[in-house]
């Protein structure tokens, strides 16, 4: 039972973030000042993806609520105090603390 919720939560999450990222951007690039700037079912999109994109560089499929929510805080703690920064030099300060 909980493999299925945990299967349609997902699948709702992406069809969230598809919904929310359709536009090509280039993550690479991304300021903090643009995400701050994001609506908020953009910002669930970028959150997803930065989650994605650790896990996926770090060869994990699984994954950890809290700790993702937890890490996602920190992001945007950083973003706060570094709008010029870009999310990838948010999430490489977040890594290093």
């Known amino acids: 039972m909980m493999r299925l919720v945990s299967i349609a939560i997902a699948f709702a999450g992406l ?12 993550m690479s690039k991304v300021t903090c000042k643009e995400v701050g700037d994001m609506p908020a079912a953009k910002t669930i999109g970028v959150a997803m993806w930065v989650n994605g994109y650790v896990h996926g560089k770090a060869g994990s499929a ?5 700790k993702a929510h937890a890490n996602a805080e920190k992001v945007a703690a950083y973003c706060k105090s570094n709008t010029g920064s870009t999310l990838a030099d948010a999430m490489e300060a977040v890594s290093k603390m």
Not at 16 to 25: I, K, P
Not at 62 to 66: A, K, S, V
Request: proline letters at 0%; zero cysteines; a negative charge.
């Open 15 to 26: 069809a969230l973030a598809g919904q929310a990222l359709a536009a090509e951007v280039d």
């Open 62 to 66: 699984m994954i950890d609520g809290e």
